[in-house]
């Protein structure tokens, strides 16, 4: 384990991050380390501060004390669109897509250099964005849709395309806000399959409640439990912790 302000080797290190609200702390003293290609899962009871600590690291919300270092570098002082920039990508529950845009415009758009007012009146589709497209579409599963316009994809699609336009930026760091949410069985299936293929060569945090999903996917899990982490380890292990049966399973 690391020591507090020492380098690390992990992708994220987070060191006794805390955040109140009007006196409340949401985040209290939590210490997190994520490695480079791991897929970690937090789970935990509606209030324990899961999406307070994806806010945090995003830069949506701004840490009252603690540290938040990204592959080394001190995160806490630097703007949200910096943090972008230094390649963390985030995904909310609610897709937020072009929907009258085609599935490839959406991909085309996304890719860093499109961005940007500027990088968007002189962007041209090189060779390179084309190519992007197309690992990417292959990898979410939509290579065979490209035309369709987005608006006409089934839910589970529309989240992957939203995962889609966040990986053509190419992140280190990527986090998704409950995925499956509203997902058929085959949906979630398939979502597990591309969280595996998407975690090799970044790190992955997922938050969800679903806990057959969970299971497929998780190299690791935390349990989250009033801005603090109760327990940490396989999915076996804290299925098996009487703590999180008590304040969470149990329910």
């Not at 592959?71 to 910096?82: V, W």
């Not at 979630?188 to 299971?215: N, P, Q, W």
């Not at 935390?222 to 049966?245: C, F, W, Y």
Request: glycine content about 8%; overall charge negative; some cysteine.
């Amino acid at each position: 384990m690391s020591t507090l302000g020492s380098n690390t080797d992990f992708a994220l290190a987070i060191e006794d991050l805390s955040v109140a609200f009007d006196g409340f702390k949401a985040i209290d003293a939590l210490t997190l380390y994520i490695d480079r290609n791991e897929l970690r899962v937090i789970i935990g009871p509606n209030g324990a501060g899961k999406t307070t600590l994806l806010d945090l690291i995003c830069g949506k919300t701004r840490a009252t004390e603690g540290s938040i270092k990204f592959k080394n570098e001190e995160l806490t002082r630097l703007p949200e669109h910096a943090r972008v920039r230094r390649g963390i990508g985030r995904k909310f529950q609610t897709p937020s897509i072009y929907e009258n845009l085609s599935v490839f415009k959406n991909l085309e758009v996304s890719y860093p250099l499109g961005r940007s007012v500027l990088g968007a009146m002189f962007f041209r589709c090189t060779d390179a964005v084309l190519a992007r497209v197309q690992v990417v579409a292959e990898e979410i599963g939509l290579a065979g849709m490209l035309e369709m316009e987005a608006g006409l994809l089934s839910h589970g699609q529309k989240q992957w395309l939203e995962i889609g336009m966040l990986l053509m930026q190419e992140p280190e760091l990527l986090m998704l806000d409950e995925p499956i949410a509203g997902m058929s069985a085959r949906e979630r299936d398939l979502t597990a399959e591309l969280l595996k293929r998407i975690c090799k060569g970044r790190a992955v945090i997922v938050i969800e409640h679903d806990m057959d999903f969970v299971e497929k996917i998780a190299d690791k899990v935390t349990v989250m439990h009033q801005g603090r982490i109760l327990a940490e380890g396989s999915m076996d292990k804290v299925q098996n912790d009487p703590k999180v049966i008590d304040v969470y399973l149990g329910h």
